[in-house]
């Protein structure tokens, strides 16, 4: 089935959702009129339809594979990338001084989601490539600043992260890979590293590895870990590629999908390296590519929902099967496959919004310097990248079953996008770990984030019930309930937080997106059917989630292990 890009959709959820105007207002994105916006993701949305997803099927079937330490990608990504970074989409949100485009966070982040739903696995790679753009940003020096952004914005070389070891997976800190200071200023790294996201391709000059490593005098933990950039090759201060430096890749994994992502494992022998940021501060500078990248997760499972979507509403509109009570035979009119298409659709509204919402206070924290956007930047992020994924995997596995029987047949293509989602709610940081950041550091405030966004959705659901009495009552008392339930939590200690973090997470997603739907709703009522949808059948949920967090950690632990196993 053909992919068609939902521009219209960004538009509505721009103007009447997620206040896009906040944004065009400041003068650091004074060019982002809405002129401006709409001609972009017209284009973008023209290459995705187009160029990129017909590589979807490609990648699956023609996995990305290593031959005599060569990674070999799948048929015509090549090409694609090459369209992707020629048209400027790599290097969207990055600064004009390097060549970027200096585009909101907002518009790069709608973009991304367009090139995710036409090819997933190709995405990852200038996803990963933008997250170093940013980190280098951040923290490097002038000198790599200037030889490297504009390789990459260009599309030249590519970017990767290298954080995860076989012994020092969510505990960073546990690694071993290690690095030694050179007499001439650069570091020696060498150790092994796995699960590094196109860790190698066929189509760039250079790959640029971001590696975390700790010198000799770094501390135990995370604190002594340090940031620094192991090229392929080692580049010379013209730009030009000089010799192979010592690391390649070991082996590629076989996945369960994403397939055409070439996942390596990472040798470093006493590699030349250069340190970015400060020594022994290294994870505050990868932490810049990591947020950067749970946003650009988070929009993943939106993409892979939109994909699964527009799939599965088409099957259901041609595929005639029994009578209904319209009196039709397409399935579409079948009430419980009716029932999973709004499902599908009401979530996928949910997650695209509250993702928007994220990169809308990104934009507004760069651009104001304001510590309440930044904070609220900080909230939204562990939130659309935790419940954009499993929204994702809902909607892609609701997509399987749409289909029935031939859902499970792999030539139909919906049991790809189940494959290729599973992935997103696990790296980045799984998603029981963003939900405790959320429980932990992001309510770390007393909660002051959480309590000022969760008064604008009670402030928008009080101004909205004498237009949707009925609708805005309970998104007004969902909010109350959550709001209840953080003052509980925020009061509580560690253990109690992290047992109630998952079904906290989602409680919060529940309502945000409630807010988000009637907030359409109000804007075009042909949009009220979806919200009902989302109010009135969705919403309750988190009426047992706040359930499950007030139960907190009691209980959990009386079951053993030996229980466990019996």
């Not at 009670?458 to 237009?467: F, G, I, L, M, Q």
Request: glycine share 10%.
């Amino acid at each position: 089935m053909p992919y068609r890009a939902p521009v219209s959709e960004y538009r509505f959820v721009f103007d009447h959702v997620v206040g896009m105007d906040q944004v065009a207002a400041t003068e650091l994105f004074a060019e982002a009129t809405p002129e401006t916006v709409e001609a972009i993701l017209a284009e973008a949305g023209k290459l995705c339809e187009t160029v990129i997803a017909p590589l979807n099927r490609a990648g699956d079937k023609t996995p990305a594979r290593l031959e005599n330490g060569v990674v070999r990608t799948s048929p015509g990504f090549a090409e694609g990338f090459r369209a992707i970074a020629d048209g400027g989409w790599v290097g969207m949100a990055a600064d004009p001084e390097h060549g970027g485009m200096g585009l909101p966070m907002a518009l790069t982040t709608a973009v991304n989601e367009m090139i995710g739903s036409a090819c997933l696995a190709l995405q990852l790679n200038p996803l990963m490539t933008q997250g170093q753009i940013e980190a280098l940003e951040h923290h490097a020096s002038d000198e790599i600043k200037a030889l490297y952004i504009p390789k990459l914005i260009a599309g030249d070389w590519c970017g990767t992260m290298n954080l995860t070891e076989s012994g020092a997976g969510s505990d960073v800190g546990a690694l071993r890979t290690k690095a030694e200071r050179n007499a001439d200023g650069t570091y020696s790294v060498t150790g092994q590293k796995i699960f590094i996201t196109w860790g190698d391709n066929d189509f760039a000059e250079n790959i640029c590895h971001l590696v975390l490593a700790r010198l000799p005098d770094g501390a135990p933990g995370t604190r002594g870990i340090s940031l620094f950039m192991v090229p392929k090759f080692l580049p010379k201060p013209d730009g030009s590629l000089g010799a192979r430096n010592s690391l390649g890749v070991v082996s590629l994994e076989h996945k369960l999908g994403i397939h055409g992502s070439p996942t390596a494992v990472m040798q470093y022998d006493g590699a030349t390296g250069w340190l970015i940021g400060e020594e022994h501060k290294g994870m505050a500078a990868m932490f810049t590519m990591m947020n950067n990248a749970r946003l650009g997760v988070g929009m993943q499972g939106v993409a892979v929902a939109e994909a699964a979507y527009q799939q599965a509403l088409t099957y259901a509109m041609d595929r005639k099967q029994g009578k209904t009570p319209l009196g039709a035979t397409a399935i579409v009119d079948h009430v419980d496959v009716r029932r999973m298409l709004a499902q599908m659709k009401a979530e996928l509204f949910s997650a695209r919004a509250i993702g928007l919402a994220c990169a809308v206070a990104i934009d507004m924290a760069r651009a104001t310097g304001s510590a309440e956007w930044q904070a609220r930047a900080a909230l939204l992020t562990p939130i659309i990248k935790a419940y954009g994924t499993d929204s994702g995997n809902e909607v892609a596995q609701l997509g399987v079953q749409v289909h029935g029987g031939m859902g499970y047949i792999e030539e139909t293509g919906a049991a790809q996008f189940a494959r290729d989602a599973r992935i997103t709610a696990i790296y980045e940081g799984t998603n029981g770990i963003q939900a405790m950041d959320l429980v932990g550091r992001k309510l770390m405030d007393g909660g002051d984030a959480a309590y000022r966004l969760l008064q604008e959705v009670e402030d928008h659901a009080k101004k909205s019930r004498d237009v949707q009495p009925d609708l805005a009552t309970d998104v007004w008392n969902a909010a109350e309930a959550l709001r209840e339930a953080t003052e509980w939590l925020v009061a509580q200690g560690a253990d109690d937080r992290n047992a109630g973090a998952v079904p906290y997470l989602r409680a919060f997603a529940r309502v945000l997106g409630a807010h988000y739907h009637l907030k359409a709703a109000l804007a075009d009522a042909a949009r009220l059917p979806l919200a009902r949808v989302a109010i009135k059948r969705l919403l309750p949920e988190h009426a047992a989630a706040l359930a499950q967090v007030r139960a907190g950690a009691a209980g959990l632990y009386d079951l053993t292990p030996e229980a466990l196993a019996s």
